[in-house]
């Protein structure tokens, strides 16, 4: 799932799914409302994850200084609740690609274990023309899109469909 509301409305969604219901996986889908949004969003997600209602926990489209952020917040969160009881970053997704390589959020996460989702990780098809990726297409025989996700795996990145997924396109 993706939140793209306040607290309150993700707390909402939450409860509003079927009581047997369990998210793998549930992504803040950008850092906007503030840092009180981000922070009650978060702590949202957590008392959600805590009821058994989501697996793991991340974000989407964060900046460097907004993972920074979220990552204080989280060790205040266990000043609070306890340690290991604030939530963990564990995945998070942004438009990574050859021209796109967001190497200071890379970095952020690969130093932290947090997995990297790689959304549009084939450009949406519109780079599939370019010189860099022909040659390499015909070299080894393959399509633009399979160059441009074989990228990707070497990156260590992951696009959503190696990931475990709800059953369920739910976004909130």
Known sequence: MICRHPPSLARKNIRGHDNDLTS??????APYGGKEGRTGSWRALVEAQQAGKIRSLGVSN?????????????????????KGKAGAISVGQWELHPWLTRPDIVEWCQRRGVVLEAYCP????????????????KKYNKTPAQILL????QKVFN?????????SADIC
């Open 24 to 29: 793998n996986r549930y992504l803040i889908h």
């Open 62 to 82: 964060y900046g460097v200084h907004h993972l920074n952020e979220l990552e204080s917040y989280i060790k205040e969160l266990e000043g609070e609740n306890g």
């Open 122 to 137: 084939i450009v949406r098809g519109q780079r599939f023309d370019e010189p860099v990726l022909q040659p390499m297409a």
């Open 150 to 153: 074989r990228w990707s795996l």
């Open 159 to 167: 696009f959503g469909l190696l990931l475990p997924l709800d059953n």
